[in-house]
């Protein structure tokens, strides 16, 4: 049978790029003749990720859609040329199948694809969706959402698992994953992660909590992903906390950093939320707080829902969220009862594979 090439659409942060390469690793298992191709953005994140993976790609001038003249006129700029780039991509490439994972760099990606007759699959990785998610649906053959839908009805054909990596599931026992990371193997730690890019106010409340509360800290370490900008500032202040840390600004191999965790802090992306739940880690959500729709909050519900998660809002200023989510996490370190009855829901509730899931549905039944 011939080889295939499949091409995927999407980037910007590692919420796009990660479920990408999820189901690229599981397309290949299927089908080892198939070759995967990404269509990323010219965010360094999207190369860093994709070079990492071994995975081919090419990034795309597309830009984020704005109402404001002079960025509109970019933005259409980049559109008209990121779809010509996609085009001469897919025709060099022989693309017959185009895996859209949403976002600013899709929806050009896709206009080329339909143009070039080749089939398109969305796959939704927000409730609710976004703008050009909304756009690509109407023009694609294939909705997949990976995530629950409320107030969406017929928005997606199917409901599958959220695409997970291989490297975002712990791969060894707790001791050995710390080893790994730098982190005494013995010492019970907290994981702090903004997800691909960090985030500042997590950066800053953490820090600054720890350094108010030296004795909640005494028998825990932190490893913390603060990302590429914030790396060296969190670990001066931790220093001048005199708390025990690893900090780096990016992990590629998830699974460590999980599997290290007694206790999680987090952002509350739809990747993020996954890979906690698989790995079975208790987990403090704080939701990203500018977006109008509030979807991280969302994606963290089901797993609060069976008793593995808590959300709080990030209020942002350090100070109020020293004041308000200090004294949970605090309680959450202390209460080993509470961690391991949180460990043992989300266990008894293991999600589903979905990176196979999507890999099964795009090569068809007779190559999967």
């Not at 950066?203 to 992903?225: E, I």
């Not at 900090?247 to 007694?262: I, K, T, Y």
Request: aromatic letters at 6%; one cysteine or more.
């Amino acid at each position: 049978m011939a080889a295939r090439t499949l091409l995927f659409a999407g980037g910007g942060s590692g919420g796009h790029i990660s479920p990408g390469l999820a189901i690229a690793e599981r397309l290949v298992e299927l089908d080892p003749t198939v070759r995967c191709v990404f269509a990323c953005s010219e965010r360094a994140i999207d190369a860093a990720m994709l070079s990492e993976a071994g995975v081919a790609y090419e990034r795309m001038p597309a830009s984020v859609f704005s109402a404001r003249p002079l960025p509109l006129l970019r933005f259409l700029g980049n559109y008209r040329r990121t779809k010509r780039t996609a085009g001469e991509l897919i025709e060099r490439e022989n693309v017959n199948d185009v895996i859209s994972l949403g976002g600013f760099v899709s929806a050009p990606v896709v206009a080329a694809a339909k143009a070039s007759g080749a089939t398109v699959t969305l796959v939704n990785l927000d409730d609710p969706p976004g703008k050009a998610n909304r756009w690509i649906a109407r023009r694609c053959d294939r909705v997949l959402s990976a995530i629950e839908l409320r107030g969406v009805g017929g928005f997606a054909h199917q409901r599958v698992g959220m695409p997970i990596r291989r490297n975002s599931v712990a791969s060894c026992d707790q001791a050995t994953c710390r080893e790994r990371l730098g982190l005494d193997p013995a010492k019970r730690t907290l994981l702090v992660t903004g997800a691909s890019q960090g985030a500042g106010s997590i950066n800053r409340f953490v820090p600054d909590f720890a350094a108010g509360q030296p004795g909640a800290f005494a028998q825990w370490q932190v490893y913390h992903l603060a990302g590429r900008s914030s790396a060296d500032e969190v670990r001066r202040a931790y220093g001048e906390a005199t708390v025990s840390a690893v900090v780096e600004s990016f992990q590629n191999c998830m699974g460590l950093a999980w599997g290290a965790a007694d206790l999680a802090l987090s952002r509350a992306g739809a990747s993020s939320v996954a890979e906690a739940w698989a790995n079975a880690v208790p987990t403090i959500f704080m939701p990203y707080p500018y977006h109008t729709d509030l979807h991280q909050r969302r994606n963290a519900e089901p797993m609060a829902a069976i008793g593995g998660a808590i959300i709080e809002t990030d209020r942002i200023d350090a100070a109020r969220n020293v004041a308000d989510v200090g004294p949970i996490l605090a309680a959450m370190m202390e209460d080993v009862a509470r961690r391991d009855a949180m460990r043992a829901a989300l266990r008894t509730h293991e999600p589903a594979d979905g990176a196979k899931e999507i890999a099964q549905i795009v090569l068809g039944p007779e190559r999967s």
